[in-house]
């Protein structure tokens, strides 16, 4: 749990105010997770704390999650094998709470980590929480804007499909909501892109 909030912290996912009169905020609760290994045994207990039951209209308005087609994977498979690409793939830890939110949205403080000075006050989000029904579409909107800034073309049918040619090299990258496949004709950008992508 601490863990979880130090990413809250780390990331300026929200601020504590005052609840304003005409807004009623989000609950929040802990959620568990046992994270396993290739042999079935228990490598790390994960804490969550995703928002619940925000209100379409309210909390928020549009919701997407960029969710690449089988049929897209397996069409960028096939490619980069003829191609020799080396692809890799990569989950971005805590993606959600890197997307910004354009709603005005408040939460409970945490269960159990109520602040003793203010503890009538409420969080004020600036980024997203796993649990509401936008943080994939804000999640998405900030990894599109940094692949593009950094010369990427966006698939003109696939949104979940984006190109980089520098050089006569080529690099790929798909996003299926926070997992990323990437890989291209040159390690080097490869390797740059697995670092600073």
């Known amino acids: ?11 300026h996912v929200w601020d504590l105010v005052e609840p304003p009169p005409n807004r009623r905020p989000i609950g929040t609760k802990w959620v568990f997770k046992n994270k396993r290994g290739e042999d079935g045994m228990v490598v790390r207990n994960k804490a969550r704390l995703p928002g619940a039951s925000s209100k379409r209209g309210i909390d928020y308005d549009e919701t997407f999650a960029p969710v690449a087609r089988l049929e897209a994977i397996r069409i960028l498979l096939a490619f980069a094998a003829s191609k020799g690409f080396k692809l890799q793939q990569m989950d971005v830890k805590s993606a959600f709470l890197n997307g910004f939110i354009e709603e005005e949205v408040y939460v409970r403080q945490p269960p159990g980590f109520e602040s003793a000075r203010f503890p009538d006050r409420v969080y004020k989000l600036r980024k997203a929480l796993y649990g509401l029904k936008q943080a994939p579409r804000a999640w998405y909107a900030r990894l599109k804007s940094f692949l ?25 990258v798909r996003i299926y909501v926070d997992d990323i496949i990437f890989g291209g004709s040159s390690h080097a950008l490869v390797s740059s892109f ?3 992508g």
């Open 148 to 172: 593009l800034k950094s010369g990427f073309v966006m698939g003109s049918v696939d949104k979940t499909l984006f190109l980089l040619s520098r050089g006569g090299n080529t690099t790929i």
């Open 194 to 196: 697995a670092l600073n």
């Open 1 to 11: 749990m601490h863990e979880e909030l130090e990413n809250f912290e780390r990331n």
